[in-house]
Structure formats: C-alpha cells, structure tokens
C-alpha cells in the first residue's frame, strides 16, 4: 500500500478542516463579540482617517499613508476570527448531529452569525488581487470612479459582511430568545449596536451620492432648487433611498426585541463621521445632524415599540420619522448657506419622504411576527400619550 506524501497529508488535514463536521453551532460571548464590535470600529475609522486625507489632498492611491493602517486593521479582524474558529476547534470533542465524537470543523466552528465570514473573507481577497490586476490594465481610479470599479463593489460588499458578525450574533441569539449575559444590563447592546454602525460607515463611505448630508449643503440646495428636471430626481431620489435605508434598519433591528434606547444613536456616530469626511467636516452641522437622526430613531422606537405589531405604530413611524427629519435638514441647509429654500421644496420634499415612508411600513407584516418576551410586560408610551390625551378632552367636554 503507498504511504501518503507529506503534501497529500496537508491537503486531507486542510480539507478535513474546510468540511462541516455538522455540529450544532454556538453562540459567542458578549465579551467576544465586543471585541469583534471594536477591531470592525478600528477598520472602519482607517476608512475614515484615509477618506480625510484623500479629502485634503485630493490624492488616490492604493499606497496612501492611511491604507496601510485599513490593510493592518484587515488583518487584525480577520486574524480573530480565525482565532474564534481555533478556539471551538481545539475545544474537546462534541457529538455531531450522527451521533459521532468529533472536533468541530468548517462552518460548526464558526459561532452562529459569524458563518457570514466564511464568505466575506475570500471574497475580500479575490477582490483585492483582482483590484491590483485592474489597476495595471485600466489605471488608477480618481475618487468619484471608484465607487463604481466592480472590484472596489467586492471589496466593500465583503467588507460589510466581515464587519456585520458581531451584530448578527446579536440578533440570532434574540431571534432564538436567548438572553445575552453582559456585565451590565445597560452594556447588553453595545456590540451590536457598533458592529450595525460599522456595517452603515461602509455603506455611507461607498455610497456618498446616495446620502444628503455626505456634501455641501449648497450641493444638496442646488439638486432640489434646480430648473432642471434631471437634477430635482436626482435630489428627491437621495432623499427616498436614505428614508428607507433608516426605515429598513430601524425594522430589522426591532423585528425580534426592543433595543435599548441609545441603540441607534451609537450605531450613528460612525456614519456620521463618515459622512462629514468627504468635505473635511466643512459642515459639522450636517455630522451633528446626522448622529441626531439616530436619536430620532431612539425615540421612535421607544415610543411606539413596532416589535408590538400594530400597524398604527409602524405607520407612526413611517410617516413621522420622515417628515422630521427632512425637515431638519432643510432648516440646516438654511443656516448654513443663508439661502431659504422655496415653499415648495421646504413643504413638498418632507411631505414626499412621508408618504414614501408611509409606503413603505404598509407592506411590512411585523403582526405576523411571534410577540418578544419583552412585549409581554411592557406599555406602549404611544398608548399612554393617546389615552392622557383623550382624558384631557373628556373632561374639558365635561367642564363646558
């Protein structure tokens, strides 16, 4: 019988490693997600500091100072999820779903939410090589072109993936109702709430003609005041596409417990910076504004609590949510560039959003959802309001 080469030897151990030992897959700690949470907020401020400094300079290059603080980062986020891998590998052996005693392998040694890694991180590297050939057969891309380079898409598509583990352990462990044990019932969402912020820094970051308050408010002002038709949608589509976004969000994250308040104010900062990066914070009102939106959120969810599934809180939110905070941007254009956008646009562009908002929570089925543990024993602030409300009306009715 021929014995095995050493190289076949590694080649049966590497792939006994890739296949899935079909083990049920366990949760990760709060401490360890937290650390995830913070190497993502790491990579996500070398984006940041490297979008500054292109902001300053003007220069692209994939040799720029600040990359090489994003590539180190990189490395660190990967290198502890390989270790997480490591720790559940080497961990005594567990019986799988046959019954067998084995070591956890493939996608079992990943902790649940953390599985998304075993995509994001291949595809980060083909899309880098791929980046490096692009360049030497199409050239260096300027700043406004690489957002739409397919290789700059994979990288920042796995980027997000990669940086979304912690947030997704999160939200697996409420979806299963698992309690998430951390020092303090008031830290319990913290991980998650950062990992979420990273996530939204990737999409501000690469997508900055989607997002108002990511460029100068006479910009924006230009977009909705201008005669051109071509302009206006164009200055009504960014409006439409960041209302969902924070719609969509503010729906997923609720859809299996009610964060606490603060939640998506954390989960803002980051974004926000981002946001102010591109003009070198020429306007921090705008950054100020958009960390506000967070807590705008915060206080929607709080106050009606769409995880209750009635349709009258999500439509509240829908509409509400919108209409504020378009409002306020309008009133932070003004100040900023001493120019008073007409009536219509002061009226209509809030008043779309709303409706577009409104819209959107109409084809949500949250009712359909089972009620979270936390439903059960909570009041609805909303209800409250509505029902001081009505008793001050019965009683100004009795008195006349």
Do not use: C
């Not at 490297?50 to 720029?64: H, K, L, P, W």
């Not at 979420?196 to 970051?205: F, K, N, R, Y």
């Amino acid at each position: 019988m021929a014995t095995q080469s050493p190289l076949d030897r590694l080649l049966e151990y590497k792939m006994q490693l890739i296949s899935d030992s079909r083990h049920q897959r366990v949760f990760n700690s709060w401490s360890h997600d937290l650390i995830s949470a913070a190497l993502g907020l790491l990579l996500t401020f070398g984006l940041i500091s490297d979008n500054i400094y292109q902001a300053r300079t003007g220069e692209y290059s994939a040799t720029a100072p600040w990359h090489w603080v994003i590539y180190s980062a990189m490395i660190l986020v990967v290198t502890w999820y390989v270790f997480l891998a490591w720790r559940q590998y080497h961990a005594k052996e567990n019986p799988n779903d046959a019954g067998e005693m084995r070591h956890r392998t493939g996608l079992s040694a990943l902790p649940l939410g953390y599985g998304v890694t075993a995509f994001a991180v291949p595809l980060i590297g083909l899309a880098g090589v791929a980046n490096v050939i692009w360049r030497l057969v199409a050239g260096e891309e300027t700043l406004a072109n690489s957002v739409l380079s397919p290789t700059h898409l994979g990288l920042a598509v796995g980027t997000a993936l990669l940086l979304s583990a912690p947030w997704l352990s999160a939200w697996q462990q409420r979806q299963r109702g698992n309690l998430i044990e951390a020092p303090h019932w008031i830290l319990r969402d913290v991980p998650g709430a950062l990992s979420l912020g990273s996530v939204l820094t990737i999409i501000v970051l690469f997508l900055p003609y989607g997002i108002p308050y990511s460029g100068y408010p006479t910009t924006f002002l230009q977009l909705v005041a201008a005669n051109q038709p071509a302009y206006l949608v164009t200055g009504v589509a960014l409006v439409l596409f960041a209302t969902i976004v924070a719609l969509a969000t503010m729906m997923i994250v609720t859809r299996h417990h009610r964060p606490l308040f603060g939640y998506f104010t954390l989960a803002s900062i980051a974004p926000a910076l981002a946001a102010g990066s591109f003009t070198d914070y020429a306007t921090p009102s705008f950054v100020v504004l958009a960390a506000g939106l967070g807590l705008l959120s915060d206080f929607f969810v709080w106050l009606t609590w769409p995880q209750l599934r009635r349709r009258r809180d999500l439509l509240v939110i829908g509409a509400a949510w919108p209409l504020l905070a378009w409002s306020a941007l309008l009133i932070v254009v003004r100040f900023e560039t001493g120019l008073r956008p007409s009536s219509e646009i002061s009226v209509g562009i809030p008043l779309i959003a709303a409706i577009v908002g409104t819209l959107f929570m109409l084809i949500q089925h949250a009712e359909q959802l089972p009620r979270p543990v936390e439903a059960d024993n909570a009041a609805n602030p909303f209800d409250d309001v509505i029902s001081r409300a009505r008793a001050m009306t019965e009683r100004s009715t009795q008195d006349d």
